[in-house]
């Protein structure tokens, strides 16, 4: 009987540290996910992705962006604002409608920095401020080429592995890099039509993201840039 009742806890107890392993390798994994800048993991591919980007809302006076896949043709993201201030806050949508992103831009720190927060889904301005932390925050110090971009956990305190993005109005080109290994993991320029060396219009652009880099992520810091206005 005695045995019985041993081996019956130590069953109960192998279990348990096995349940417990189980949420500290998932915690792990959520952690892992967002030190690599993975908020969407289906959209992060194996291998490299290139997109069109065309500057335009497809409803009626909105602004906005529509999105493809130049692989297959199919709509990736799209965005489209009504309103006045579209510069102040956009939401990033999938092609069915679903938000994934709402970026908003911060007020002015003593006139010399600008900074934008992405938050995750679609809520009140006001409420995702008091309730969650931001997925990343970009930084542009006044004058400059170029924005930091910060990850953060759950908790909103510790800053995870960031990006820096950089751009030249002359050469109509944006570039994101990883910050750590100064890896580049996307770009974007004016996109070329058929004909060799023929550029379309300045609001059809082509964006390049590397194998593993979340597409929304780059899109949502493309958003940012052509939010300085």
């Given at each position: 009987?005695?045995?019985?009742?041993?081996?019956?806890?130590?069953?109960?107890?192998?279990?348990?540290?096995?349940?417990?392993?189980?949420?500290?390798?998932?915690?792990?994994?959520?952690?892992?996910?967002?030190?690599?800048?993975?908020?969407?993991?289906?959209?992060?591919?194996?291998?490299?992705?290139?997109?069109?980007?065309?500057?335009?809302?497809?409803?009626?006076?909105?602004?906005g962006?529509?999105?493809?896949?130049?692989?297959?043709?199919r709509?990736?993201?799209?965005?489209?604002?009504?309103?006045?201030?579209?510069?102040?806050?956009?939401?990033?949508?999938?092609?069915?409608?679903h938000?994934?992103?709402?970026?908003?831009?911060?007020?002015?720190?003593?006139?010399?920095?600008?900074?934008?927060e992405?938050?995750?889904?679609?809520?009140?301005?006001?409420?995702?401020v008091?309730?969650?932390?931001p997925?990343?925050?970009?930084?542009?110090?006044?004058?400059?080429?170029?924005?930091?971009?910060?990850?953060?956990?759950q908790?909103?305190?510790?800053?995870?592995?960031?990006?820096?993005?950089?751009?030249?109005?002359?050469?109509?080109?944006?570039?994101?890099?990883?910050?750590?290994?100064?890896?580049?993991?996307a770009?974007?320029?004016?996109?070329?039509?058929?004909?060799?060396?023929?550029?379309?219009?300045?609001?059809?652009l082509?964006?390049?993201?590397?194998?593993?880099?979340?597409?929304?992520?780059?899109?949502?810091?493309?958003?940012?840039?052509?939010?300085?206005?």
């Amino acid at each position: 009987m005695e045995a019985t009742e041993g081996g019956n806890n130590n069953e109960k107890e192998k279990k348990e540290e096995n349940a417990m392993e189980d949420r500290v390798g998932d915690g792990g994994r959520r952690a892992a996910t967002r030190r690599s800048g993975e908020f969407f993991p289906e959209l992060c591919s194996p291998a490299p992705v290139r997109l069109t980007v065309w500057c335009k809302s497809l409803l009626f006076n909105s602004h906005g962006y529509t999105v493809y896949d130049d692989a297959d043709g199919r709509m990736v993201f799209r965005v489209d604002n009504y309103a006045h201030n579209w510069r102040q806050q956009a939401v990033l949508m999938d092609c069915a409608g679903h938000v994934l992103l709402t970026v908003r831009r911060c007020r002015k720190i003593l006139n010399l920095k600008e900074s934008w927060e992405a938050y995750k889904g679609d809520k009140d301005v006001e409420d995702m401020v008091r309730e969650q932390s931001p997925l990343f925050k970009a930084t542009k110090d006044l004058g400059s080429h170029s924005c930091t971009i910060s990850m953060f956990t759950q908790d909103g305190f510790q800053p995870l592995l960031g990006y820096r993005m950089s751009w030249s109005r002359e050469k109509e080109c944006s570039k994101i890099y990883q910050s750590a290994a100064n890896t580049l993991v996307a770009e974007v320029s004016r996109k070329y039509g058929s004909m060799a060396k023929k550029l379309l219009d300045k609001d059809v652009l082509t964006l390049r993201v590397q194998p593993g880099m979340d597409q929304a992520l780059a899109m949502a810091m493309i958003m940012i840039t052509n939010s300085m206005g």
